[in-house]
């Protein structure tokens, strides 16, 4: 996003089934690398973390700050066994199940799919965690991994260095992840450059590939109904890509600058934010063969960078977050007008992410905003705190073990955040609110 991780440390909670997530005190990774450096993925000695049991305040309002303060953890010596600290019994509702650290870069992107995680880093290592343990991992040749999305056995990764690959699942070893190409094909590329009609302006002075992208990828979104990638970039472009044949449909200029996120949406919607402080609606037409975009609305245009984007699960609303540390939305069944501002962050919100009722923002300030959309009002129920750094990424996955034995109005859900401070941290939330008439219910902004 641009604005205008070692060991493996975990805390328990109680709260969260044993079978589920036992036995995780050591890790024993198997690592492929498409470089094939072993020496990259050496086991170093983990650190341990203590985490207290966490605290709800009712007299303190959703905006105040934290209903749920969790002490920070506490770096060991480098040589310390990894840390099992086990929660109170009476635990609140919506709390820290443990961390995952493996010192070797900042968390910029996560992605998770059934009983995997994968976790991107500016150490260009791609790690894939299983029942919160390392499982194994893989390397890219080059770039910072800004954006992870999962596609069935296929693993989609955005880079730094402009270049997005292909990764894919043994079919008989799910620990291995062996590098399947780039987008675009080498032998789209050579096709391409041919014709001097496929070259564009990037930069002064300087032209490229339409089919490349020039800058960052910063972010991507799949569009599973029709088989499509969309990737979006610092080059202030988003390319839509066929994921049958890798092949690019499409490249838009989309915006002034850098693109800092791209969802796709029903109804061959797509929304885009900028750093030149716009989000825009995107229509999906079928062109032939191909796709053809076209501008349909500008939902926000504003001073501030819009720093991401995400859409309700129900795909009603469409949430986004900027620089000054606020969250506007759009109501879809109102045709996309302004529903009003959520306000529970101090700086800048670097990330969202929505399931069930709930939406999450992580930001700047090193907290994560647990809301919850209830008709018109949005109610904070919680502000998730312990990491030391800007949550830079969030993902959410169904909490499978407590849907079979709660019932929907107690959904729980496990959220990932990955934060600069280089570790992911993994939270049980739940949809209930702990005292609904104590928390405060966000007045909204019209």
């Given at each position: 996003m641009r604005d205008g991780g070692g060991g493996t440390m975990f805390a328990n909670s109680s709260s969260i089934s044993r079978s589920k997530f036992g036995n995780i005190l050591h890790s024993d990774p198997n690592m492929s690398s498409a470089t094939a450096n072993d020496e990259d993925f050496t086991i170093r000695p983990s650190s341990a973390s203590a985490v207290s049991p966490g605290f709800y305040d009712p007299s303190r309002m959703s905006c105040e700050g934290s209903p749920m303060t969790m002490s920070p953890w506490n770096q060991t010596g480098p040589f310390s066994n990894p840390g099992w600290s086990q929660f109170e019994e009476n635990l609140p509702q919506n709390g820290l199940i443990g961390s995952l650290v493996r010192e070797e870069g900042h968390i910029y992107s996560l992605a998770a799919s059934k009983d995997l995680l994968y976790t991107g880093s500016d150490s260009k290592n791609i790690r894939v965690w299983k029942n919160l343990k390392e499982f194994c991992g893989f390397k890219a040749s080059s770039g910072l991994v800004k954006a992870i999305v999962i596609s069935g056995e296929k693993i989609f990764t955005g880079h730094q260095d402009?270049?997005?690959?292909?990764?894919?699942?043994?079919?008989?070893?799910?620990?291995?992840?062996?590098?399947?190409?780039?987008?675009?094909?080498l032998k789209d590329i050579f096709k391409s450059s041919i014709k001097p009609s496929n070259y564009i302006e990037v930069r002064r002075h300087r032209t490229a590939l339409w089919i490349r992208h020039s800058d960052a990828v910063s972010c991507m979104s799949l569009d599973q109904d029709c088989g499509l990638l969309y990737t979006a970039s610092w080059d202030r472009t988003f390319k839509v890509w066929r994921i049958s044949d890798s092949k690019c449909l499409e490249s838009v200029s989309a915006h002034d600058d850098a693109v800092n996120s791209v969802v796709s949406s029903s109804e061959g919607l797509i929304f885009t934010g900028s750093a030149d402080g716009t989000v825009k609606v995107w229509k999906r037409e079928q062109h032939g063969k191909g796709t053809k975009h076209s501008l349909a609305q500008t939902l926000l245009k504003q001073e501030c960078a819009v720093t991401a984007l995400v859409v309700s699960s129900s795909r009603s609303i469409v949430y986004c977050g900027s620089s000054d540390g606020l969250v506007n939305f759009w109501e879809r069944e109102k045709q996309l007008s302004h529903g009003g501002v959520l306000k529970g962050h101090k700086l800048a919100v670097l990330c969202l992410a929505a399931a069930g009722k709930l939406v999450f923002s992580g930001s700047a300030d090193k907290t994560i905003c647990v809301w919850r959309r209830d008709g018109a009002i949005h109610t904070c129920l919680s502000v998730l705190t312990g990491h030391t750094g800007p949550v830079k990424c969030l993902a959410v996955e169904e909490d499978r073990d407590s849907s079979s034995s709660t019932s929907s109005c107690a959904q729980r859900w496990i959220v990932y955040s990955g934060s600069l401070d280089k570790s992911v941290k993994v939270w049980g939330v739940s949809e209930w609110a702990p005292d609904i008439n104590s928390m405060g219910k966000m007045n909204l902004l019209q």
């Open positions: 402009g270049k997005i690959r292909v990764w894919k699942i043994s079919p008989k070893n799910q620990s291995v992840h062996k590098r399947a190409g780039t987008l675009p094909t």
